[in-house]
């Protein structure tokens, strides 16, 4: 009895799978693989980009202070110091180690450190910058001496944890970075002195 043609093994009847096809779609996936990760950002790209917003702070931070800070005025010239203000000639000492010292160890941090602790680091920087600024703008141009030394007190808090993990990193750049965070926070003590006047 002939068997029937239903019963005939249906596997023979489908077509062969070309090889070469499936080359060619093993390619492709490949191909667009590559393609979405050549998109996004190299890390040594990424720490590039950290670096120059490092960079791009500080160079704010000193000509936005530089704007607003003068110490030549009439109304500042006619407050009490506070006893433990530092001396004018500290001044002109500090603030160019400040500058190059957060520029220098930043980059360094960016460049060097674990993305996790760059992040810490660029968001905490920018954060104390811009308080910093804010006790800038304040202080000298509406004579909000209360408010300016809040915001001051805050940029010195925001630093502790730029220094932390200076420090986690190297200790050669926590200590560099030593003096810039003892300096906001006497300037902050500083800043409520004057408040003591006026209220």
Request: glycine content about 4%; overall charge neutral.
């Amino acid at each position: 009895m002939s068997p029937s043609i239903s019963a005939i093994d249906t596997s023979l009847l489908a077509p062969a799978s070309n090889p070469r096809s499936r080359s060619v779609d093993t390619g492709c996936m490949n191909a667009a693989t590559a393609s979405s990760m050549s998109s996004a950002p190299s890390l040594e790209t990424w720490r590039i980009i950290a670096v120059g917003a490092v960079i791009v702070s500080v160079i704010a931070y000193a000509f936005l202070s530089g704007v607003w800070v003068s110490t030549e005025a009439a109304w500042y010239q006619s407050l009490t110091k506070p006893s433990w203000q530092p001396p004018p000639w500290v001044f002109g000492v500090i603030w160019p180690y400040n500058f190059i010292v957060l520029a220098a160890v930043g980059s360094l941090i960016a460049w060097r450190a674990p993305p996790s602790a760059v992040a810490v680091v660029l968001s905490f920087l920018v954060v104390s910058i811009a308080l910093a600024l804010t006790w800038a703008y304040l202080f000298y141009v509406p004579h909000a001496l209360g408010a300016a030394a809040v915001a001051l007190t805050s940029a010195a808090v925001a630093t502790i944890p730029i220094v932390i993990v200076a420090f986690q990193q190297s200790w050669v750049w926590g200590t560099l970075l030593m003096p810039y965070q003892i300096w906001v926070a006497l300037a902050a003590s500083v800043s409520w002195g004057y408040v003591s006047q006026v209220t």
